[in-house]
């Protein structure tokens, strides 16, 4: 992700079930295809939706400063194109915080924040 609002210029991409070895399907190809085909719109809407959770943020610095490492995270125990947009949230120098903005296809659904 050149020039990234986070705190990374790479993307993770998480398939998560109980197996670690099965490969990824053709239809969780597809998805994380479109993801990326959206990515430029995605991001600005999950920029958007933070920057209100998150008021306290006041400019780009301290944006890339609090949230960081993103990551898609496709969990298989979740059909139907659902998947989560995550950043790990500083929220205080020795910890942090998984904010995970949830998607069906490409509408949001909601945010939460958990560790």
């Known amino acids: 992700m050149s020039k990234s609002p986070f705190g990374s210029n790479t993307l993770g991409v998480w398939v998560w079930s109980d197996s670690a070895w099965e490969p990824m399907t053709e239809s969780e190809l597809a998805l994380i295809d479109s993801i990326l085909d959206r990515l430029p719109e995605l991001v600005e809407e999950i920029c958007s939706r933070l920057l209100t959770r998150y008021s306290n943020i006041n400019d780009a610095e301290a944006f890339r400063q609090l949230c960081n490492q993103p990551i898609l995270w496709i ?36 945010m939460w924040a958990g560790d």
Not at 88 to 96: I, N, T, W
Not at 100 to 108: I, R
């Open 75 to 110: 969990n298989r125990e979740r059909a139907g194109g659902q998947w989560s947009f995550v950043v790990e949230r500083r929220a205080d120098e020795d910890d942090s915080v998984a904010t995970h903005l949830e998607f069906q296809g490409m509408t949001f659904r909601e």
